[in-house]
């Protein structure tokens, strides 16, 4: 890994690759990576600028949006919607998808994204981050619409999050192994920290919100069961557990360390398949761990082949080191 290399520098040489590259690509990230230095300077000055807290709205899942959820859909827009690379975005906090303005030129990619996730930790200051998503666009469309964003995990040129812990770190994938970029706010850049990240194939931790337990399907329980019997179970090994109910922090962990996620399908509200968003959650984070090495899946199958329905589907999820993956999807498949 070459000493200080800026997340600029990266994308430009990466670009290089590519004689037929326009340079729009590395545009457009260049300005995720700008709406992300103006989220992490509000998620850091949130409680000295008085905007910790909920706003009297909800967004399109009925959640309350806090403060923090707007300001980030805004920065994010604002940052994107003029570079020219775009044909439309589509956000946790929006409805339907967001037309880019037509006094702005329109581009070859789209990308979803929720802009602040975790965002109901943030009056505790825990960790938080946002996460994205590009596919390529229709070509020929003038107007884009719900349906283009509609293509399975597997289409997705990049995908990536930002995480606003200790330090902010930039984790991006565009299909050919996983890369971290952490901030230096002296300079306000980007610098590669660590290089094709790779996931441990075997974990004993694991990852689930264990309120929900008497909600879950037996495959799961069972996983979990046999995980808490420890050396007096059919593992016969010790397991740990944690839950920091934020996405970014959970796969954050995985990456450095291993482990298994779990956001499953349970019955506490049938209406629900899952609490995850599969566009720009679920799709985005499976890449991630996919790229690393690791495996992502619903249960029944790979979460990067489930044909989109709508953009605010949720899904379940089950993602992390390989082996213990595999194990959880043998579970379903007896
Ligand atoms: P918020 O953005 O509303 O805080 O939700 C975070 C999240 O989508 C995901 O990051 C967590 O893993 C999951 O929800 C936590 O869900 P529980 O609150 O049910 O533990």
Known sequence: MQKGMTITQFLIEKQRDFTSATGDFTALLNGVVVACKRIAGAVNKAGLIGVLGAEDSENVQGEVQKKLDVISNRYMIESLEWGGYLAGMASEEEE????????????????????LDGSSNLDANISTGTIFSILKAPEGKPNIEDADFLQPGTEQVCAGYCMYGPATVMVLTTGQGVNAFTLDRDVGEFYLTEENIRIPEDTREFAINASNSRFWEPPVKRYIDECLAGTEGPRGENFNMRWVASMVAEIHRILSRG??????????????????????????MSMIIEQAGGASTTGRGRIMEVQPEGLHQRVPVILGSKNEVDRVTSYHNE
Do not use: V, W
Not at 261 to 271: A, E, G, I, L, N
């Open 96 to 115: 339907t998808c967001y037309q880019i303005p037509d006094q702005y030129k329109k581009g070859r990619y789209l990308i979803l994204f929720d802009p």
């Open 259 to 284: 482990g298994i996620f779990m956001y499953p399908r349970d019955t506490k509200d049938p209406s629900k398949p899952g609490r995850l968003r599969l566009m720009y959650e679920a799709n985005p």
